[in-house]
């Protein structure tokens, strides 16, 4: 077998869904996305069902950051 040594490149890929930036790209945060959608709909029902999928999802740690980042985006605690 090989060892693969991964280095904090596991954590800036990850980072760059919420801070596009950091991989050259000009773009809202997925955090920020999802707040955007919820907002323009105005719909508390999606608050309380977003259903995550994709192999992003699976990184540890994502659904809380996810749900973390979408409420401080909002200014409030929501079921998000």
Request: glycine share 8%.
């Amino acid at each position: 077998g090989h060892i693969i040594s991964v280095g904090n490149e596991s954590f800036q890929s990850a980072e760059a869904l919420f801070h596009p930036a950091l991989a050259g790209f000009y773009a809202r945060g997925v955090h920020q996305r999802v707040h955007d959608i919820l907002h323009e709909h105005a719909n508390h029902k999606l608050e309380e069902n977003i259903i995550l999928f994709g192999d992003n999802t699976l990184i540890p740690g994502f659904p809380e950051r996810l749900k973390k980042e979408a409420e401080r985006a909002a200014n409030r605690k929501s079921q998000v």
